[in-house]
């Protein structure tokens, strides 16, 4: 069974800020939706794909 964004999560999608401010202001992002987004659950909404609340590790 595939995960797909139905389109519930852009309800709460949040307006851009700088790169390194998203999640240090408490932003979280879905990776299937490619949205980061404001709230207090860790699973997206739409898709319950585990939101990520830090960045990738850099090389």
Not at 12 to 29: A, I, M, P
Request: glycine letters at 6%; hydrophobic letters at 25%.
């Amino acid at each position: 069974m595939g995960v797909t964004c139905k389109g519930i999560c852009l309800q709460f999608k949040h307006t851009s800020l700088q790169n390194g401010e998203k999640y240090s202001s408490g932003l979280k992002r879905c990776t299937e939706c490619a949205i980061f987004m404001n709230i207090e659950d860790f699973r997206c909404p739409c898709c319950r794909v585990k939101l990520r609340t830090k960045s990738r590790s850099k090389r």
